[in-house]
Structure formats: structure tokens, C-alpha cells
């Protein structure tokens, strides 16, 4: 077996057992736990995030509450969350507003993405992980979307996987074009760096 098809054999792997954690459930809790604590003295007032899918942890509860919290300090901050928007032709992603109850619409792989809201540009990315390794390195789905998008943002936001503790693999390779991530958070906290 070659390196591509025992990578996505891999992935294949890690997202049949995602979808079926039986306690999922609590850790989704428990990385919510920690994703709010490792937030909280962060200086970003805009976060790109995504939308889950395949079983991923969803950090849109955790980062509509610390939206919120940035409103009711003694000098309110605006703070602003963005999700994907995927542009075929160069195959990156820009970063939309998005709010509970804002106007979605499913993109060209059927995931949610904001409809017709403003273009922002964060300076924290939260990135999910199919999985991870040593060194900040992450497995994604293969398309290469992120690495492309964070070679060209100006300036580079901190990049923090998320993913759950069944996702780590301890012998991950990655590959030149792999850009390793800042952080990575999981159900039993902070990850990378050691």
C-alpha cells in the first residue's frame, strides 16, 4: 500500500471509529470544558471556525457563549465568528459572519455555510481534525483546503485543531505541503504544544 491510500485508509479508519465513540457524548462536553478555559484570556475578537460534520466535535456552542461574554464585560467587545466559504476555482476558504439563526445555505459538498454575510478575516482559526500527531501535524479529509487557505492568509491567524483523543496517531507522517498547527485542543486538554 502506498503513502496516499494508507493515508485514506487511515482517515477512513479514524472517522468509522469518531461516529462511533459510545461516550462521545461526554467528551464533546469535556472539550467544551477546555475550549472555554483555553479561551479565555485570548486576545482575538474574530475566530473562523466550521461547520461539523462525520461525527466532529462542534465548536459553535463554545464560541457562540464566548461571543456573548466579550458583550457583557465592562468595555463590550464586538466579537465576530466565522465559518467557511469554499471557493472552487482556487480551492481555499474565505471566512464568513455567522450567528445563530443567520441565513445558511449548503455549499457544493453539502455543508452549511453562511449565505450572504460579510467576509472577515480571523485572527484565530479553530480547525477540525480527523486526526493528529506530534509536532501540530493534522490529518484532515484530504483535500488540502486548509493547508492552502492559511499559505495565503496575511496575516496568519493561530491555528488550533480540535479533535477528540481517539483521534491522536502516534506514528502521523506528515507531508512537506502539511502546515502544522499553533494548538491542539482535545476532550483531555491542550495537546500541542507539550
Known amino acids: ?3 496516499a491510500d494508507a493515508k485514506k485508509a487511515l482517515r477512513k479508519a479514524l472517522i468509522e471509529e469518531r461516529l462511533n465513540l459510545p461516550d462521545r457524548l461526554a467528551r464533546a462536553e469535556a472539550l467544551q470544558r477546555v475550549m472555554r478555559i483555553w479561551l479565555f484570556d485570548r486576545p482575538d475578537t474574530v475566530i473562523g471556525a466550521y461547520w ?3 461525527g466532529e466535535f462542534d465548536p459553535l456552542p463554545v464560541l457562540h457563549r464566548w461571543k456573548e461574554d466579550g458583550e457583557l464585560h465592562g468595555e463590550p467587545q464586538r466579537r465576530r465568528i466565522g465559518l467557511p466559504v469554499v471557493n472552487k476555482q482556487h480551492k481555499t476558504l ?3 459572519t455567522w450567528y445563530p439563526g443567520c441565513p445558511m445555505e449548503e455549499d457544493a459538498y453539502g455543508i452549511p455555510k ?3 454575510t460579510e467576509v472577515i478575516v480571523p485572527t484565530l482559526l479553530f ?3 480527523v486526526g493528529y500527531g506530534i509536532g501540530g501535524y493534522r490529518l484532515g479529509y484530504g483535500g488540502g483546503f486548509y493547508d492552502r487557505t492559511l499559505a495565503t492568509l496575511q496575516p496568519k491567524p493561530f491555528t488550533v485543531g480540535l479533535g477528540y483523543t481517539q483521534g491522536y496517531v502516534d506514528d502521523f507522517e506528515p507531508e512537506p505541503h502539511d502546515e502544522p498547527l499553533d494548538a491542539i485542543l482535545n476532550d483531555n486538554g491542550v495537546v500541542w504544544p507539550v
Open 1 to 3: 500500500m502506498d503513502k
Open 52 to 54: 461539523p460534520i462525520k
Open 94 to 96: 474565505t471566512f464568513h
Open 114 to 116: 453562511p449565505k450572504d
Open 127 to 129: 480547525v477540525p481534525c
